[in-house]
């Protein structure tokens, strides 16, 4: 039996190598993917306007992106990519379009790889058919940083 399901990603090399990987899977039919774009962390400025972004974040970030290249990279380059994703802006997996467009598609599972917090009514519409693929410490760390910063915080329990 096909499940149908819908991907909720990110932008993200890694993601969009998951949401690939997924959508040529036998027995998976994505009806349909959506990928947040960028990461408000990268976008947070102090009063004067200048970024305040620790210089080992950026720096784990530039590593982590050509990493990401070299390692699938080629997959991406050598595969379809039959998820029909859609970009769209952060936080739009708890808007009322999602949901409706959700509702409309019916799928039997929602899988959630690095979108932002889901909220509002997606939770009890679709109760118990989603499933948080999630790398980090929830709920102490969150974003794309959860397995980063336990490390760098020295806490990595």
Same mark, same amino acid.
């Given at each position: 039996?096909?499940? #149908?399901?819908?991907?909720? /990603?990110? /932008? ?11 959508? @040529?899977? =036998?027995?998976?039919?994505?009806? #349909? ?5 960028? @990461?408000?962390?990268?976008? =947070?400025? @102090?009063? /004067? ?8 974040? #950026? ?19 050598? /595969? *379809? ?10 936080? %739009? ?6 949901? =409706? *467009?959700?509702?409309?598609?019916? $799928?039997?599972? *929602?899988?959630? &790889? ?14 118990? =058919?989603?499933?948080?693929? @999630?790398?980090?410490?929830? $709920? &102490? &760390? ?5 397995? &980063?910063?336990? %490390? ?6």
């Amino acid at each position: 039996m096909t499940k #149908k399901i819908i991907i909720l /990603t990110s /932008t993200d090399i890694r993601h969009q190598c998951f949401r690939s990987f997924l959508s @040529n899977q =036998k027995g998976i039919k994505v009806l #349909k993917s959506f990928s947040e774009t960028g @990461n408000p962390i990268f976008k =947070k400025k @102090n009063k /004067t306007g200048v970024d305040n972004i620790h210089p080992l974040l #950026k720096r784990h970030a530039f590593q982590r992106r050509q990493m990401e290249k070299d390692i699938f990279g080629l997959y991406i380059k050598s /595969t *379809i990519d039959k998820s029909n994703n859609l970009d769209c802006e952060n936080g %739009f997996s708890s808007s009322e379009k999602f949901l =409706k *467009i959700a509702k409309k598609l019916n $799928p039997d599972l *929602i899988v959630v &790889y690095g979108s932002s917090i889901i909220r509002g009514e997606i939770l009890n519409i679709f109760k118990n =058919k989603i499933i948080n693929v @999630n790398l980090g410490l929830s $709920p &102490y &760390y969150r974003g794309s940083g959860t397995n &980063y910063f336990p %490390f760098v915080n020295n806490k990595p329990e």
